[in-house]
């Protein structure tokens, strides 16, 4: 997915002064977004009261929505830098394109995992015959300095380690819980997970104490350490936990973000991440100039035009917020 933003600001971030070392309930409302015509997200990372969790740097929930009669999601070519990319469905279905020619359609709880390295470009579009509902959500992971030039690369994973008990069903999408790891690639130490909990539940999920998490509702209403949750907000949850406990009535479904918090300072700006202005200046003008990123063939359709700089210079600061 792309920020669709037209004159999107610069988002500094990264640095551990945001960092809470020890359990907290902060609940973060997130806020509506327009992507394209047809398209409503909730932005739920950056937020106004935090902008990560580990190296976890984007978070948009979308849908359920009835497509039925609609093209749904359509995101044309756009570049990325710096990150990763996360799909993960509950409905519906995205069929990616790349510059590295990839051509994938993830499907619900399959790992769609695109790792831009130094740059890529890519498409996300439902497929012309789509499934009536299209649920999901879009991450980025922010790569640490040591790896954030690394080779672009796309992985998709249909199997995925699960970890079940007391009621709750959690699907590991990235790193590591409960000694069940991932087969997607990271450069940091993280966790995402998909949580299913059936109506009854009452479980506690084991975690890292180093790690910095955060909750959000794809569906349903639970109760996370006792705070009750619905979709459009992010729970977070500091570090210093060793088990999340975790409670529900009636059938919810949650994602876990987790990770150890990101000491490097980054800069957000439209689909790039950097750690200088004059890095994102260049990103942009090599996009515009259709050098770098590379194309992607196949889509119906124009690439995306980058929005314009903001006019201050782009710095990134000693404190997160
Ligand atoms: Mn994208």
Known sequence: MSNLDTTPAATRCGGRADVSAAPVRDLLAGRTVQLGESTEVRRLLPNLGRRMVGAWCFVDHYGPDDIADEPGMQVPPHPHMGLQTVSWLHDGEVLHRDSLGSLQTVRPRELGLMTSGRAIAHSEESPRDHARYLHGA???????????????????????????????????ILGDLDGAASPGTIHTPLVGADLTLAAGTDARLPLDPDFEYAVLTMSGESHVDGVPLTPGSLLYLGCGRRELPLRADTPASLMLLGGEPFAERIIMWWNFVARTSEEITDAR??????????????????????????PTPLKPRGRAR
């Open 285 to 310: 003008t090599a996009w515009q100039s259709a050098t770098r990123f590379g194309d992607v063939h196949g889509y119906d359709g124009e690439r995306l035009t980058a929005p314009v700089l903001p």
């Open 138 to 172: 879009q991450l980025w992971v922010a790569l640490p300095d040591a790896t954030r030039d690394t080779a672009p690369s796309f992985e998709h994973h249909r199997v995925l380690p699960e970890v079940t008990g007391g009621g709750l069903h959690a699907t590991v």
